[in-house]
Each structure stands twice: as structure tokens, then as C-alpha cells.
């Protein structure tokens, strides 16, 4: 450990071992304070979750909470509060559907066929890259007022799935480039057709991965800002009833609301952890 | 059917893009440079006539040109410290990760949390005894501090998204690369400039596109600390939509965004453009 690859490293070795542990050193303050940036945030703002709204408001501020729920109590039971977190649940899960149910399938098609158009579909996908997507919701609004879908959860569904699919797409097309053509192959010389191959030896290997993928995109939709308080005004998700209130809203709901939005973000990214960057960075390419 | 079947596995996917992507877009343009069913400029000129207009432009250029710079040393220094530890390696990436999944509004309300006037950073200062009453940080007459306070919250957000994609980036390189450098002599920060960097620059590139296309469409960041008092560009395309119910001019907004977004993806594929036979 204090020497990763001695034979590769022969000035370092012979240097002085003070420099070396100097080097450790300084790499470690400057990892615990990133650390230390990320955390600390969150912690303040669970504080303020957990505290009472008078703490909230009250100055000097303790740094550690109270552990009393009224805050949380009087954000869940504000006006509106439930349904918004209902409307977001349900945005999201849809979205991770129409995501994944669209996105598979062309991920699969591309990495196990070679066809014409197959680079059009790709400069089509990675340019959407180069697009500002919440945008979408502008010409979309008027679109959905004329199919009856303005201000609802399918119409606001649907854009987020538009921001989620390009990277359905591309994740699950790295997922199956990883799984080897020959067990396919194996599969088909033994009787399977075509789908049952790919139902009994591709499907549960690649499992997971889509499972990652579809957490992403649910993610995606959870955290989206923009579309969602353009396209909902009675079905408000949590992120536009948040946004829309902000202004009137006192401090201990809005710390609370912002508690009920990172939570379960935070949870998710976790079960998603493994795969993080084995999606970012080879989907990314 | 053999050949088909690729096209028809695409189908639903390249149906939805033109129908929600293409389609979409091509409104917007259509939107923009017509009032009234006539094709005129006067959605743009109403644009550039308000007073915000300007303003919201350069706040959101002058955002992008402080924070996007910033992130990437901070990302690449991120993903070079975590190449030199074993030792708890998966949770520190997962620690850094972490704002990859908070929602910009809750990224703006964890920083109100410290900037607001009751907030922590008041309290801090008064335990060390540096001020008696609160400072009112985030008000119309202390632009500088709510800027600064922007800037930090998007720092803070958005860093992660860029770490995550260099990280895996400096996976793919092969370490034969960097052992070859060293066998010859290079010092770290040659290693760094001459073999890490040139090699990273596919992964750079998303990461930047990426990542400069979310500060141009900064918002609610912007109105969790800021209010109304620092117009964004996206902030006033909300309001002339929602708020204004002006359709024409917040697609007259939407255009700038987009041809912003669309300019620089360009810039950045030009400037770090690697050749296919030099990619690994």
C-alpha cells in the first residue's frame, strides 16, 4: 500500500521516504475536504429537516438537529404536499418505463446488428446531446392542450422520457456490446429461437444493468425542475410545487420539502452505485 | 425477417424521437419568428427590448464562464486523487458521486440552508464573534454575494457529473502508458500533460458538452437563492411562458438557449477533436 508498484518506480523509491509520506499526506487533507465539501451540505440541510420551525428560524443556528419532526409534520401536512409526492412517484415510474421499454430494444439493435442507418440512429440519439431538452416542454404545452394531455401525468411523463431515453439507449447498448454474441449463438444451435435466447441467457445477464439504467432514469424524472412546473398546474409534482411556492413558502417548509426531494435521490443513486461509472463512462463514449 | 428485425427494434425509439424531439423543436423555431400567425421578428425584438434581456444573458455566460472552468480542475483532481488510493476507493467515488443525484432545486435549497439569514454561515460567524446581527446575504443590494452563492451551489451540484465521466475516462487509458512515461523519466506533471490529458480528451469532451449545456440552462438554482433579482436566461424563458403567458417571446428565449447550446457543443468538439485513429 505505501508502495503501489515499486518495480516501475525506482526514482520514488530511492527518494527520500519523508516525501513519499508528505505526498500521502497532502493527498488524504485534500480527499477528506472534498469529502467533507460534499457532506457537509446535506448534513445542514437535514438539520434544518429535522429541527422544529421555530429552530429553523432562530438565530445563532444549532449545528446539530433537535430530532423534532414538526418541520417534517407540517410540510407532509401542508395543503397539497401528498399529492404532489403521489404525481411525482407516479411521473417518474412511467417515465422509467417508456425509457427503458424504448430505449432497450434500439440499445439491443445496436450493438448486434450492422445495418444502413445504423449511424443515423446514433447521430440522432447523441445529438439530442446537444439540445437543451427542458425546452421541449414549451412547444410541447401547447401540443398537449390539443390532444387533451395538457397537465397530465402521461403529458409530463412522456418529456422526461425524451431527456431519459438518449441515455436508455446508449447505456443499455453498452450493456449488451458486453455480454459475448456466442452464448447467443450457443443458445440458437441448441433449439432456442431467436427470443428465447434471448429471454433465458442475454435477459439475465444484462438484468441488472437494465435495473441501473431504469433507477437513472427514474432519478432523472424525480429531479427534473423545468418541464415539470411549465406542463403541471394542478397535477404538480413535488419539484414544481416546490418551485411554485417558493416564494411564499416560510423556511422550515421549504428545508423540509427539500429533505423529501434529496432523500430518496440519495438512496437511489446508492442501489445504483456499482454502476455509475460503468454507465457514464462507456455510454459516454 | 432477419433483416428487418433491426429496424423494427428501432422503430419505437426513432418514432418517439421525431415525434417528441425533432417535431418539437422545429415548433419552437416556427413559434419564435411568427406572432399572430405572420412570420415577423417581433417576438425577438420584444425579447431584446425588455431590460432583462441583456442582463440575463451575461449572467448566465458570466455563471457558466466562472463555474464550468472551476469543476474541471475540481473534477480532475477528484478522479487523480482517487487513482492514487486502494484503501476505500468505492466509497470515496460514491461520496463524490452523491450530487449526481440531487435535483437542482434541492441543490439551491441546501445552499439557502447556509446562505439564507438565518442561516449557517450567519451562525458560524457569529460563534467566532465576527458579527452581532445576521447578514442579509441574499438581497437585491448584494448582488456579488448571490452570485457567489449561485456559483457555489452549481459548483457543488454539477462537479459530480463531470468526475464520474473523467474517472471512467482515465479507467480506459492503459496503465502500460503512464509506466512507459515513467520508465523514461517523465515527472508526474509531465505524465499528466503529455499521457493522461491528450488520451482523456474523448471523455473530456462529453463532459464539458454536457456539462456547459447544463449551465446554460441553469434555473432553479438561480431561483432558490436569487429570486428574481439575477435573470437567467432560462429563468426568463419560465416567466415569459408562465407567468407573462407570452409563447412567442419565451421561444424567441428558448432560440438563444438553443443556439448557444448548439454553438458551443461545436466549439468544444472542435477544440478537443481526436482523430479515430487515435482513439484507444
Not at chain 1, 403541471?232 to 428545508?255: C, D, G, M, W, Y
Not at chain 2, 509531465?190 to 490529458?197: G, I
Not at chain 2, 441553469?218 to 439575477?230: D, I, K, N, P, R
Request: proline letters at 5%; hydrophobic letters at 60%; a positive charge.
Amino acid at each position: 500500500m505505501t508502495v503501489a508498484t515499486p518495480a516501475a518506480d525506482p526514482l520514488a523509491a530511492a527518494a527520500a521516504p519523508d516525501v513519499r509520506r508528505a505526498g500521502r499526506w497532502v493527498l488524504w487533507t485534500g480527499i477528506v475536504l472534498l469529502v467533507l465539501w460534499v457532506l457537509v451540505p446535506i448534513y445542514l440541510l437535514m438539520v434544518n429537516a429535522l429541527s422544529s420551525p421555530a429552530e429553523v428560524n432562530a438565530f445563532p443556528k444549532r449545528f446539530w438537529p433537535s430530532f423534532d419532526l414538526s418541520s417534517l409534520t407540517f410540510f407532509f401536512q401542508f395543503q397539497g404536499v401528498l399529492e404532489a409526492l403521489w404525481n411525482s412517484v407516479r411521473v417518474a415510474t412511467l417515465t422509467m418505463l417508456i425509457s427503458i421499454g424504448l430505449g432497450a430494444p434500439a440499445g439491443y439493435a445496436l450493438s448486434r446488428f450492422e445495418f444502413p442507418g445504423k449511424e443515423a440512429f446514433r447521430f440522432l440519439v447523441i445529438m439530442t446531446r446537444a439540445f437543451p431538452l427542458p425546452l421541449l416542454a414549451l412547444p410541447l404545452a401547447v401540443l398537449f392542450i390539443r390532444t387533451g394531455l395538457d397537465d397530465s401525468i402521461l403529458g409530463l411523463a412522456l418529456v422526461h422520457a425524451m431527456l431519459a431515453l438518449p441515455f436508455a439507449v446508449l447505456i443499455t447498448f453498452s450493456l449488451f456490446s458486453g455480454i459475448p454474441v456466442e452464448l447467443e449463438e450457443a443458445a440458437w444451435t441448441l433449439g432456442c429461437t431467436r427470443i428465447q435466447a434471448f429471454v433465458k441467457v442475454v435477459l439475465p445477464l444484462a438484468a441488472p444493468g437494465i435495473a441501473a439504467s431504469a433507477i437513472f432514469a427514474f432519478v432523472i424524472s424525480w429531479n427534473e425542475v423545468f418541464a415539470a412546473a411549465v406542463l403541471t398546474i394542478q397535477n404538480r409534482t413535488l419539484t414544481a410545487f416546490l418551485l411554485q411556492s417558493l416564494n411564499v413558502s416560510p423556511l422550515p417548509l421549504k428545508f423540509a420539502g427539500g429533505a423529501a426531494l434529496v432523500l430518496p435521490a440519495l438512496i437511489f443513486i446508492f442501489a445504483v452505485r456499482k454502476y455509475l461509472f460503468a454507465m457514464w463512462g462507456i455510454a459516454n463514449r | 425477417m432477419q433483416r428487418a428485425l433491426p429496424y423494427l427494434l428501432l422503430l419505437p425509439a426513432t418514432l418517439f424521437l421525431m415525434v417528441f424531439f425533432l417535431y418539437p423543436f422545429g415548433l419552437v423555431v416556427v413559434e419564435s419568428f411568427t406572432r399572430g400567425g405572420e412570420w415577423t421578428l417581433a417576438n425577438y425584438e420584444r425579447m431584446v427590448g425588455h431590460w432583462r434581456f441583456s442582463t440575463a444573458f451575461w449572467n448566465t455566460i458570466l455563471l457558466t464562464a466562472v463555474v464550468v472552468p472551476l469543476q474541471l480542475i475540481m473534477a480532475l483532481a477528484m478522479a487523480t486523487m482517487v487513482s492514487k488510493i486502494e484503501a476505500g476507493r468505492t466509497t470515496i467515488l460514491y461520496i463524490f458521486a452523491i450530487p449526481l443525484g440531487i435535483s437542482d432545486l434541492a441543490a439551491g435549497l441546501i445552499w439557502l440552508a447556509i446562505f439564507t439569514q438565518s442561516g449557517f454561515l450567519n451562525s458560524m460567524l457569529s460563534f467566532f464573534g465576527l458579527i452581532d446581527r445576521p447578514i442579509f446575504f441574499l438581497g437585491f443590494d448584494n448582488l456579488l454575494m448571490v452570485f457567489i452563492a449561485i456559483a457555489l451551489a452549481e459548483i457543488w451540484r454539477a462537479t459530480a457529473i463531470m468526475m464520474v465521466i473523467i474517472v471512467a475516462g482515465m479507467g480506459l487509458i492503459p496503465k502500460e502508458y503512464n509506466e512507459a512515461a515513467e520508465v523514461f523519466g517523465a515527472s508526474r506533471w509531465q505524465r499528466f500533460t503529455k499521457v493522461t490529458f491528450p488520451l482523456l480528451r474523448p471523455s473530456l469532451q462529453t463532459a464539458l458538452i454536457l456539462r456547459v449545456l447544463m449551465a446554460f440552462e441553469v434555473f432553479a438554482v438561480v431561483v432558490a437563492l436569487g429570486g428574481t433579482s439575477f435573470p437567467v436566461l432560462m429563468g426568463e424563458t419560465f416567466n415569459w411562458q408562465f407567468t407573462l403567458q407570452d409563447r412567442g417571446v419565451a421561444a424567441a428565449y428558448a432560440m438563444v438557449i438553443l443556439g448557444l447550446s448548439v454553438a458551443f457543443t461545436i466549439v468544444i468538439l472542435r477544440l478537443l477533436h481526436v482523430p479515430k485513429e487515435a482513439r484507444i
